[in-house]
């Protein structure tokens, strides 16, 4: 009977120290991102500021304003030309279809202070220009190579477009 009472003790011990019988295991998973160097990040940032600034292009062309996004990826004196010509437009009375626009960044250059960049780009794109409502002429198409002068926001690891020079 000593004997049964053990077995019985023991089962029960066994029996409630498992609780329902699963067990529960703890997983860490990790994910690891491939570090990207500094340089790297920093000429991806120009790349994702022209192509932006080539958005903002089409969008004031088709436009005749400046969106509120506009200076996330421009500033300065390439700000200011766009808001005059879009004004100028504006005044003329003159809209801009634009029919197919792609960029081609050709080169980037970063400073060795890593503040400014600048870049060889070439914008293509085919258009359609009305004025009063008409259309004026056929469809044209652009080929415009630009040399682009990049400045860095802050301390972030991003840029703007700052000065453009047709070449």
Same mark, same amino acid.
């Given at each position: 009977m000593r004997r049964a009472l053990v077995t019985l003790a023991f089962c029960t011990l066994i029996a409630g120290c498992g609780g329902s019988g699963t067990t529960r295991t703890t997983e860490r998973t990790t994910t690891s991102t491939p570090k990207v160097s500094p340089t790297a990040a920093l000429e991806n940032a120009a790349h994702s500021a022209l192509e932006q600034n080539h958005t903002l292009s089409d969008y004031v062309l088709a436009h005749n304003s400046l969106p509120s996004?506009?200076?996330?990826?421009?500033?300065?004196?390439?700000?200011?030309?766009?808001?005059?010509?879009?004004?100028?437009?504006?005044? /003329?009375? !003159? #809209?801009?279809?634009?029919?197919?626009?792609? @960029? *081609?960044?050709?080169? $980037?250059?970063?400073?060795?202070?890593?503040?400014?960049?600048?870049?060889?780009?070439v914008e293509r794109s085919r258009v359609r220009v009305y004025q009063h409502g008409r259309p004026v /002429?056929? !469809? #044209?198409?652009?080929?415009?190579?630009?040399? @682009? *002068?990049?400045?860095? $926001?802050?301390?972030?690891?991003?840029?703007?477009?700052?000065?453009?020079?047709?070449?």
């Amino acid at each position: 009977m000593r004997r049964a009472l053990v077995t019985l003790a023991f089962c029960t011990l066994i029996a409630g120290c498992g609780g329902s019988g699963t067990t529960r295991t703890t997983e860490r998973t990790t994910t690891s991102t491939p570090k990207v160097s500094p340089t790297a990040a920093l000429e991806n940032a120009a790349h994702s500021a022209l192509e932006q600034n080539h958005t903002l292009s089409d969008y004031v062309l088709a436009h005749n304003s400046l969106p509120s996004w506009a200076s996330q990826s421009t500033s300065g004196p390439a700000f200011a030309a766009l808001r005059n010509a879009a004004a100028q437009r504006r005044s /003329g009375k !003159v #809209r801009v279809r634009v029919l197919t626009s792609a @960029v *081609e960044i050709r080169s $980037v250059q970063l400073d060795p202070s890593y503040l400014t960049a600048s870049a060889s780009v070439v914008e293509r794109s085919r258009v359609r220009v009305y004025q009063h409502g008409r259309p004026v /002429g056929g !469809v #044209r198409t652009l080929n415009e190579p630009a040399r @682009v *002068e990049l400045h860095r $926001v802050g301390d972030k690891t991003a840029f703007v477009v700052w000065k453009l020079a047709p070449v």
